[in-house]
């Protein structure tokens, strides 16, 4: 991390950058509808705001430049690679791309963009027969697109940490949650008995529930929500 020139003020990267991951995700979610879009648009606020600061203006390096000085003397941080804050804060001082924050960071956001085409694909072919989506990624949780757009994000968390973007990450889940529960109300009314037995067996956003275990917003104690564009 001895870079000696700023890496910042680069705002056609920040444009490229954005552009490239925005147009991905609509190329794998297919946006449709107004509450497609408005998923989509939220998930693009994050990643301008993301590219933003990697590339335009540090402005979390300079909101925390007094601390870091201080606690890591002899960094440059205005230097890229420096940017990689988790990577620095845990003593991984050699190139943070190779580093197990930005390792994983990668997963997350592979992962996540193969979970969303996965997905688009199952709900592509339910909605052109007319039918429930309970196949390949909507077996394991009802929201796997909601899923993923957090994953995704999750993963640029690990690999460029910000003020902003740390701040938009839970306004952004909440947003999401309430745009699932929306969509379920829509399927239920649409799909009746056969979306209750569904929601009751298939957890919403967790995987790792037990498949036959009732769900809250299904049962009675809360909202009866929608599965994806259903």
Same mark, same amino acid.
């Given at each position: 991390?001895?870079?000696?020139?700023?890496?910042?003020?680069?705002?056609?990267?920040?444009?490229?950058?954005?552009?490239? $991951?925005? *147009? !991905?995700?609509?190329?794998? $979610?297919?946006?449709?509808?107004?509450?497609?879009?408005? =998923?989509?648009?939220?998930?693009?606020?994050?990643? *301008? %705001? +993301?590219?933003?600061? #990697?590339?335009?203006?540090?402005?979390?390096?300079? /909101?925390?430049?007094?601390?870091? @000085?201080?606690?890591?003397?002899?960094?440059?941080?205005?230097?890229?690679?420096?940017?990689? /804050?988790?990577?620095?804060? !845990?003593?991984?001082?050699?190139?943070?791309?190779?580093?197990?924050?930005?390792?994983?960071?990668?997963?997350?956001? @592979?992962?996540?963009?193969?979970? /969303?085409?996965?997905?688009?694909?199952?709900?592509?072919?339910?909605?052109? @027969?007319? =039918?429930?989506?309970?196949?390949? &990624?909507?077996?394991? +949780?009802?929201?796997?697109?909601?899923? @993923?757009?957090?994953?995704? #994000?999750?993963?640029?968390?690990?690999?460029?940490?910000? *003020?902003?973007?740390?701040?938009?990450?839970?306004?952004?889940? *909440?947003?999401?949650?309430?745009?699932?529960?929306?969509?379920?109300?829509?399927?239920?009314? =649409?799909?009746?008995?056969?979306?209750?037995?569904?929601?009751?067996? =298939?957890? %919403? $956003? !967790?995987?790792?529930?037990?498949?036959?275990? &009732?769900?809250?917003?299904?049962?009675?104690?809360?909202?009866?929500?929608?599965?994806?564009?259903?």
């Amino acid at each position: 991390m001895t870079e000696s020139s700023p890496a910042y003020g680069l705002w056609s990267l920040v444009a490229i950058n954005s552009a490239v $991951f925005i *147009v !991905f995700a609509a190329s794998f $979610f297919k946006p449709r509808s107004s509450r497609d879009w408005r =998923t989509l648009g939220m998930f693009s606020a994050f990643i *301008v %705001a +993301l590219f933003a600061e #990697m590339y335009g203006f540090p402005l979390t390096i300079y /909101l925390l430049s007094g601390w870091l @000085a201080t606690r890591f003397p002899g960094v440059d941080f205005l230097a890229h690679d420096a940017g990689h /804050l988790l990577e620095v804060m !845990f003593g991984w001082r050699a190139n943070p791309h190779f580093g197990p924050f930005h390792i994983v960071s990668n997963i997350l956001i @592979a992962g996540g963009f193969w979970l /969303l085409a996965s997905a688009w694909k199952v709900l592509y072919a339910a909605q052109a @027969a007319g =039918t429930l989506a309970t196949t390949g &990624p909507y077996a394991h +949780l009802r929201h796997p697109q909601y899923a @993923a757009f957090v994953v995704i #994000m999750a993963g640029f968390l690990l690999q460029w940490p910000t *003020v902003i973007t740390l701040a938009m990450f839970p306004v952004l889940v *909440v947003a999401y949650v309430r745009l699932a529960r929306d969509e379920e109300r829509t399927a239920a009314a =649409t799909f009746g008995s056969e979306w209750q037995q569904y929601a009751q067996q =298939t957890p %919403a $956003f !967790f995987p790792l529930r037990t498949r036959h275990h &009732p769900d809250p917003i299904a049962d009675g104690r809360g909202d009866h929500s929608s599965g994806e564009r259903s």
